[in-house]
């Protein structure tokens, strides 16, 4: 399951494994699905976000942490 690394503006870190990163007005929402149906594995405010990492995988097995763009609020 892709790893997001999400820095807060207070400088604090949190990692989630989820599997899409969805925006809603002004919520970031990390969700995984479960039976059928995207459940919430964590949602933040856009304004204490920084900046929003995914974890790659090289083909050596090294970690990479790619910085993510944010996408546009979409209706649920």
Same mark, same amino acid.
């Given at each position: 399951?892709?790893?997001?690394?999400?820095? %807060?503006? @207070? +400088?604090?870190?949190? #990692? =989630? $494994?989820?599997?899409?990163?969805?925006? @809603?007005? @002004?919520?970031?929402?990390?969700? %995984?699905?479960?039976? +059928?149906?995207? $459940? !919430?594995?964590? !949602?933040?405010?856009?304004? @204490? =976000?920084?900046? =929003?990492? /995914?974890?790659?995988?090289? &083909? !050596? +097995?090294?970690? =990479?942490?790619?910085?993510? /763009?944010? &996408?546009? &609020? #979409?209706?649920?």
């Amino acid at each position: 399951m892709p790893t997001f690394r999400l820095r %807060k503006n @207070d +400088g604090s870190v949190e #990692t =989630v $494994q989820a599997v899409r990163m969805r925006v @809603d007005t @002004d919520i970031l929402h990390l969700e %995984k699905r479960a039976a +059928g149906f995207w $459940q !919430s594995e964590f !949602s933040i405010r856009l304004d @204490d =976000v920084d900046k =929003v990492q /995914r974890r790659m995988t090289e &083909p !050596s +097995g090294n970690w =990479v942490w790619r910085t993510e /763009r944010i &996408p546009e &609020p #979409t209706a649920i």
